[in-house]
């Protein structure tokens, strides 16, 4: 029996949500924290007060995306810790606040212990939360799935064939688990068809490659710009589920 | 006041045991060295939190006891093995430390090789066993 005392609190605060949507990509480098912060400012600024986290312990990056320095800012203290107030409607939550950007090896049971231990102590208030979580079936995905088995997770896959073999693993498994998915965001992809032809299902959105989006990280609003109406139907998707 | 929440996850899992229907004399919290709890503070809250259980749930924990665990290292690439007393984790870390303590790896190494790549062998954070 698992008697980890952080456990109950734990499934307390995540039931307190409406809705958890882990965003998991099969594969690394498939654009998983670019579509986790656009939707989650996509949302936020639809009015919806969303959290973001960013569960990628050993490699947080979300913080760049958004703008913010890691290295400055320390999430405030009041009966645990509470999340960064990036706009008026987005909270966010990363190990880089403590982390400060430097290198974090973990061993499995001890990325599990921070997730554990973040999720334990920080005091959300929003609707939503989305979860920026490491490529693959990582350890960081199976246990919030463990916790939370009413997760929706938003696949994220490239159209190419390694990706989308990757991928029908990852809608397999969570199948077999009789844990449910949101649907797939096709990115970089200049044909979606693919999806469909190898998934037996069409792509939620479908994001082209966007040349030079470099530029644009750490930018909120030319990253919303740049795939905010991409994201539209999963908006569209998450409003109805709430 | 970080330690409130630590403190209401303890007191979350004593509930969670009782409604299931497990007798719950006494707790015994074990506090990490590594997380630096405020013992102080801890103890406060947690008395609050189980009175506050006492009172509106009817939940009768009779007592709970605070100890204490020395933190210990051990490098997974030199075999080296180590305590906090011996080689302290810098001042200006200890703050991150004390909120997630796997950051220590982040911002301490083997004193030996230098490796970042060590276990916690003991002391890590708050553990609870219920007696
Ligand atoms: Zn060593």
Same mark, same amino acid.
């Given at each position: $029996?698992?008697?980890?005392?952080?456990?109950?609190?734990? /499934?307390?605060?995540?039931?307190?949500? /409406?809705?958890?949507?882990?965003?998991?990509?099969?594969?690394?480098?498939?654009?998983?924290?670019?579509?986790?912060?656009?939707?989650?400012?996509?949302?936020?600024?639809?009015?919806?007060?969303?959290?973001?986290?960013?569960?990628?312990?050993?490699?947080?990056?979300?913080?760049?995306?958004?703008?913010?320095?890691?290295?400055?800012?320390?999430?405030? &203290?009041?009966?645990?810790?509470?999340?960064?107030?990036?706009?008026?409607?987005? &909270?966010? $939550?990363?190990?880089?606040?403590?982390?400060?950007?430097?290198?974090?090896?973990?061993?499995?049971?001890?990325?599990?212990?921070?997730?554990?231990?973040?999720?334990?102590?920080?005091?959300?208030?929003?609707?939503?939360?989305?979860?920026?979580?490491?490529?693959?079936?990582?350890?960081?995905?199976?246990?919030?799935?463990?916790?939370?088995?009413?997760? /929706?997770?938003?696949?994220?896959?490239?159209?190419?064939? *390694?990706?989308?073999?990757?991928?029908?693993?990852?809608?397999?498994?969570?199948?077999?688990?009789?844990?449910?998915?949101?649907?797939?965001?096709?990115? *970089?992809?200049? &044909?979606?068809? =693919?999806?469909?032809?190898?998934?037996?299902?069409?792509?939620?959105?479908?994001?082209?490659?966007?040349?030079?989006?470099?530029?644009?990280?750490?930018? /909120?609003?030319?990253?919303?710009?740049?795939?905010?109406?991409?994201?539209?139907?999963?908006?569209?998707?998450?409003?109805?589920?709430? | $006041?970080?330690?409130?929440?630590?403190?209401?996850?303890?007191?979350?899992?004593?509930?969670?045991?009782?409604?299931?229907?497990?007798?719950?004399?006494?707790?015994?919290?074990?506090?990490?060295?590594?997380?630096?709890?405020?013992?102080?503070?801890?103890?406060?809250?947690? =008395?609050?939190?189980?009175?506050? *259980?006492?009172?509106?749930?009817?939940?009768?924990?009779?007592?709970?006891?605070?100890?204490?665990?020395?933190?210990?290292?051990?490098?997974?690439?030199?075999?080296?093995?180590?305590?906090?007393?011996?080689?302290?984790?810098?001042?200006?870390?200890?703050?991150?430390?004390?909120?997630?303590?796997?950051?220590?790896?982040?911002?301490?190494?083997?004193?030996?090789?230098?490796?970042?790549?060590?276990?916690?062998?003991?002391?890590?954070?708050?553990?609870?066993?219920?007696?």
């Amino acid at each position: $029996m698992d008697l980890d005392f952080r456990v109950p609190l734990i /499934r307390e605060r995540l039931e307190s949500f /409406r809705l958890v949507v882990p965003v998991a990509s099969p594969k690394g480098g498939v654009g998983k924290t670019t579509v986790a912060s656009a939707l989650s400012l996509l949302l936020a600024r639809e009015g919806i007060p969303t959290g973001l986290l960013d569960a990628d312990f050993t490699n947080p990056t979300t913080h760049v995306m958004l703008g913010l320095d890691a290295e400055s800012i320390t999430p405030e &203290e009041e009966k645990g810790v509470l999340p960064v107030r990036v706009e008026d409607k987005l &909270e966010f $939550m990363s190990p880089a606040f403590y982390s400060k950007d430097k290198p974090l090896p973990l061993r499995g049971h001890e990325t599990v212990d921070a997730l554990r231990e973040l999720l334990a102590v920080t005091r959300w208030s929003s609707r939503i939360l989305i979860v920026d979580s490491p490529p693959g079936l990582s350890d960081t995905l199976l246990e919030l799935l463990r916790l939370h088995r009413d997760s /929706r997770v938003l696949i994220i896959s490239t159209c190419d064939e *390694m990706s989308l073999l990757s991928t029908k693993r990852m809608i397999d498994f969570l199948a077999q688990e009789g844990l449910r998915s949101i649907g797939i965001v096709a990115n *970089m992809c200049n &044909e979606c068809s =693919k999806i469909q032809g190898r998934l037996n299902t069409s792509a939620l959105a479908c994001l082209p490659l966007i040349e030079g989006f470099q530029r644009l990280e750490g930018n /909120r609003d030319k990253v919303l710009e740049a795939l905010g109406t991409g994201l539209e139907a999963v908006k569209y998707r998450i409003i109805s589920l709430l | $006041m970080h330690e409130w929440a630590l403190a209401e996850a303890v007191a979350r899992t004593v509930e969670e045991l009782v409604v299931k229907g497990r007798d719950v004399r006494e707790v015994e919290v074990v506090l990490g060295e590594l997380q630096a709890v405020d013992e102080g503070v801890f103890e406060l809250a947690l =008395k609050e939190l189980f009175e506050e *259980m006492r009172r509106e749930k009817g939940i009768d924990v009779q007592g709970f006891k605070i100890t204490r665990e020395k933190a210990a290292f051990k490098c997974q690439v030199c075999g080296h093995t180590w305590t906090l007393e011996e080689w302290p984790v810098k001042e200006e870390f200890r703050e991150a430390v004390h909120f997630v303590p796997e950051v220590v790896h982040s911002h301490y190494s083997c004193p030996r090789c230098g490796s970042r790549d060590f276990e916690i062998t003991a002391g890590r954070g708050v553990k609870v066993r219920v007696i």
